[in-house]
């Protein structure tokens, strides 16, 4: 007797790739974005035609209940605002949160690790060495080499 497929159940979903998939083999992600392409623009040619169309051509249609121009700008207007302000703030307190320049906060943290010596006598067959930090001082001499002070 033959295994039924779980894909058989009315309404199954699927997982597949990371990806959810009704039966009829459609992802959802692929039906929420349809849905709001759509929804945006509807919403879009509603603001565009109640921003431009002229008073008496709305009242000609039985639309007499809208809500003043004014805000057919100022909206929009708002809307830039917040978003230019929140991304002012966002960068405000990421400064804030940095350590000065001076600071040796800006070079050793918790998470540093400082190399350990590599002895050829040590090899315990890996050939990488574990993850670590290099030092200033080793970095300095990597970029400047090694000049005389004279």
């Known amino acids: 007797m033959p295994k039924k497929s779980k894909r058989n159940r009315p309404g199954a979903v699927e997982l597949v790739a990371d990806h959810v998939v009704r039966e ?54 708002f809307v830039i605002v917040v978003v230019a302000l929140s991304m002012v703030i966002y ?10 320049p001076t600071s040796f906060d800006t070079i050793f943290d918790k998470q540093s690790r400082e ?10 067959e890996s050939p990488i060495e574990p993850i670590s930090d290099i030092s200033i001082a080793e970095i300095n001499s990597l970029i400047f080499g090694h000049q005389d002070e004279s």
């Open 24 to 77: 009829e083999g459609r992802p959802i992600s692929e039906v929420y974005g349809f849905v709001g392409s759509i929804t945006t623009t509807v919403a879009t040619a509603i603001y565009l035609i109640w921003a431009y169309t002229p008073e008496h051509c709305l009242h000609s249609v039985s639309i007499t209940y809208y809500p003043s121009r004014y805000w057919a700008l100022a909206a929009p207007l």
């Open 91 to 100: 960068m405000s307190f990421n400064l804030l949160a940095t350590p000065p």
């Open 115 to 124: 190399r350990a010596m590599f002895y050829p006598a040590m090899v315990v």
